[in-house]
């Protein structure tokens, strides 16, 4: 039997948690899933309110999943919460919560990869900068939906090429489950709520929401109708300040992620951008014409 910690079920073990939503499947129960890797903020809450709103019960995932770091340290560094993610988590009344070991999610280990066309979605931006990344958050997000059965499953579009390849595994694999991608929550000052923000020296933070300014930015230079590459480059230009390193910054098509270059040719288009803050790494987009 699953943990009874006040009114939140807490499962550690997979068939455990199969049983008790096929159980609640049965009885005709619609299932909201939101997979996360802890260290829970205001952000995650949004796709569990989301999901509460539009399900009978949902379930969060804490899970942080070795596979998708491609640098280990990173893996050592990331923050972990979890009696906070818990609490937090009661609080919101999110019902079900799903802590699994690696063990668990990787029983015969994690040497595998995932047989899905992803139309070279993650060949570009994180795929092309974090080599292995979105194979590994392939693997752990079929695993999360075989495992869950959910009929929802809530994503942020802070992690644009992450929902999108997500969208494509979903279909390419005929899965039977609807993505709903929520959208991006943002301190006061427009920084992005991210996990990472915890590890920004305070004058790292306090000039970080640049980011923001310069998404903001993007989109009125393409309403002024300047050229993709043009703001591009000048973007770039205006986040390269003191301590701060912008890896890319692109101007892509909200549905296959090319590089937009005629912006007539396209409906949905989309800046999305990677930033060394320090020795931090932020990334952060914003949907310039069109919508998801
Ligand atoms: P993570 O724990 O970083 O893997 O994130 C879990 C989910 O929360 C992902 O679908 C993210 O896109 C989403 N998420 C993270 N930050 C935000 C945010 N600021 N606004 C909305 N969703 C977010």
């Not at 906070?84 to 668990?104: A, H, Q, T």
């Not at 802070?158 to 390849?165: L, R, V």
């Amino acid at each position: 039997m699953p943990n009874n910690e006040d009114e939140i079920l807490i499962f550690e073990d997979s068939e455990k948690l199969s049983e008790f939503i096929y159980r609640e499947k049965n009885k005709g129960k619609k299932i909201g899933f939101t997979p996360t890797m802890g260290a829970l903020h205001d952000g995650h809450f949004s796709l569990i309110r989301r999901s509460l709103a539009e399900n009978d019960v949902s379930i969060c995932s804490i899970f942080v999943n070795p596979t998708q770091f491609n640098v280990p340290s990173d893996l050592v560094k990331y923050p972990r919460t979890i009696e906070k993610d818990i609490k937090g988590l009661r609080d919101e009344g999110c019902p079900v919560v799903f802590i699994p070991s690696s063990e668990d999610i990787y029983p015969n280990g994690s040497d595998y990869k995932v047989e899905v066309d992803l139309k070279g979605l993650d060949e570009m931006m994180e795929g092309k900068k974090r080599p292995g990344h979105f194979e590994g958050v392939v693997q752990v997000v079929k695993r999360l939906l075989e495992i869950t059965s959910c009929d929802h499953l809530y994503m942020g579009q802070k992690d644009y090429q992450q929902f999108t390849i997500i969208k494509e595994m979903i279909k390419d694999l005929e899965m039977p489950v609807k993505l709903v991608v929520c959208p991006i929550l943002r301190d006061e000052d427009g920084l992005a709520k991210s996990s990472r923000n915890t590890r920004l020296t305070e004058s790292h933070r306090r000039k970080a929401p640049i980011i923001f300014r310069v998404l903001t930015q993007a989109k009125d230079w393409l309403s002024e109708g300047r050229a993709p590459v043009e703001i591009s480059m000048k973007a770039t230009e205006y986040l390269n300040i003191q301590d701060f390193k912008p890896e890319y910054f692109d101007l892509i098509d909200g549905h296959t992620l090319e590089k937009v270059r005629n912006t007539d040719h396209h409906a949905l288009i989309v800046a999305c951008t990677a930033v060394w803050a320090g020795t931090v790494r932020l990334i952060d987009n914003m949907i310039l014409k069109g919508e998801l």
